[in-house]
């Protein structure tokens, strides 16, 4: 590194970042605790650990891209780096305190109200497997969605014939996990599925 060039801190990393909106939640990302780590290295190349909100999320391309050019705009910056990680899974615990509050998060908030011993959720839309391997489904609307095996799985069991408290009997089993934890999980994903058109309660 030449004298003349100035060491990038990770304070300034974090005030570009601090910048980033995510598009879907008028906060930014390290607000929202969405960044897990900071590394800058010699040549003030930069490594960014960040997470998104839900596996799922259709906007990871717009976020990571936003991310890289904030901080990019840094004097002296090297490479940009970003590595998705989703471990430990993000939620809204994650969050600051006075971001949660903005956002009226007490509790998280459900934009539907399902019925867990009767409604039979019925998945929609079409899966895709892209050339890179990347899975894919995609609603009527032809919204594409980037979604992981398990989240497939479970919209393939989505057949109408189960309910909210069937299908987290049948993952509990399956994940060997608490009933408890996998009823959050479901209830979530159902959630989340619903407001991507790719579910029918």
Same mark, same amino acid.
């Given at each position: 590194? *030449?004298?003349?060039?100035?060491? %990038?801190?990770?304070?300034?990393?974090?005030?570009?970042?601090?910048?980033? #909106? =995510? /598009?879907?939640?008028?906060?930014?990302?390290?607000?929202?605790?969405?960044?897990?780590?900071?590394?800058?290295?010699?040549?003030?190349?930069?490594?960014?650990?960040?997470?998104?909100?839900?596996?799922?999320?259709?906007?990871?391309?717009?976020?990571?891209?936003?991310?890289?050019?904030?901080?990019?705009?840094?004097? *002296?910056?090297?490479?940009?780096? %970003?590595?998705?990680?989703?471990?430990?899974?993000?939620?809204?615990?994650? #969050? =600051? /305190?006075?971001?949660?509050?903005?956002?009226?998060?007490?509790?998280?908030?459900?934009?539907?109200?399902?019925?867990?011993?009767?409604?039979?959720?019925?998945?929609?839309?079409?899966?895709?497997?892209?050339?890179?391997?990347?899975?894919?489904?995609?609603?009527?609307?032809?919204?594409?969605?980037?979604?992981?095996?398990?989240?497939?799985?479970?919209?393939?069991?989505?057949?109408?014939?189960?309910?909210?408290?069937?299908?987290?009997?049948?993952f509990s089993t399956k994940l060997g996990a608490p009933r408890e934890q996998v009823e959050q999980e479901v209830v979530q994903l159902v959630q989340q599925l619903l407001e991507a058109d790719l579910l029918k309660a």
């Open positions: 590194m *030449s004298s003349s060039q100035q060491s %990038v801190t990770e304070e300034q990393v974090y005030s570009a970042l601090r910048k980033c #909106m =995510d /598009p879907e939640i008028p906060i930014n990302v390290v607000d929202l605790g969405l960044i897990y780590g900071v590394k800058v290295a010699k040549d003030n190349n930069v490594d960014i650990k960040m997470t998104m909100t839900t596996r799922g999320c259709p906007l990871h391309n717009t976020l990571v891209n936003d991310v890289k050019r904030y901080v990019g705009k840094i004097d *002296s910056i090297g490479n940009v780096n %970003v590595e998705i990680v989703w471990d430990p899974p993000w939620s809204i615990e994650r #969050m =600051d /305190p006075s971001a949660r509050e903005k956002l009226g998060f007490g509790k998280p908030k459900l934009r539907f109200t399902i019925d867990y011993e009767k409604s039979k959720p019925t998945k929609v839309g079409k899966f895709l497997k892209q050339e890179d391997g990347s899975l894919v489904i995609i609603n009527d609307k032809e919204q594409a969605y980037m979604v992981n095996d398990a989240i497939v799985d479970f919209w393939n069991s989505c057949d109408g014939t189960r309910t909210i408290n069937q299908l987290t009997d049948q």
